[in-house]
């Protein structure tokens, strides 16, 4: 299953995530801080979806209400 998302009240603008029978196998992030948002993406590979939004829920940046991270496990949730 392939799914895009537009993350909102944080630095990237657009995810593209790719999973299969619950394991996530691409995920791209355009926007934010490019490696962060790379090292995400390569972390979160191989790894079933429900553990990325255990760890990722939640995370928040800066004064912001959200992260990147959080909006990837936001993401996830619409698999």
């Given at each position: 299953?392939?799914?895009?998302?537009?993350?909102?009240?944080?630095?990237?603008?657009?995810?593209?995530?790719?999973?299969?029978?619950?394991?996530?196998?691409?995920?791209?992030?355009?926007g934010?801080?490019?490696?962060?948002?790379?090292?995400?993406?390569?972390?979160?590979?191989?790894?079933?979806?429900?553990?990325?939004?255990?760890?990722?829920?939640?995370?928040?940046?800066?004064h912001?209400d959200?992260?990147?991270?959080?909006?990837?496990?936001?993401?996830?949730?619409?698999?």
């Open positions: 299953m392939k799914i895009s998302f537009q993350p909102s009240g944080v630095c990237a603008k657009y995810m593209e995530i790719q999973a299969e029978n619950g394991y996530i196998t691409n995920v791209i992030i355009k934010g801080c490019r490696g962060n948002t790379q090292g995400i993406s390569k972390l979160v590979e191989g790894m079933a979806v429900e553990d990325v939004i255990e760890k990722l829920e939640g995370i928040k940046c800066g912001k959200s992260s990147c991270p959080a909006e990837l496990a936001k993401a996830l949730k619409s698999l």
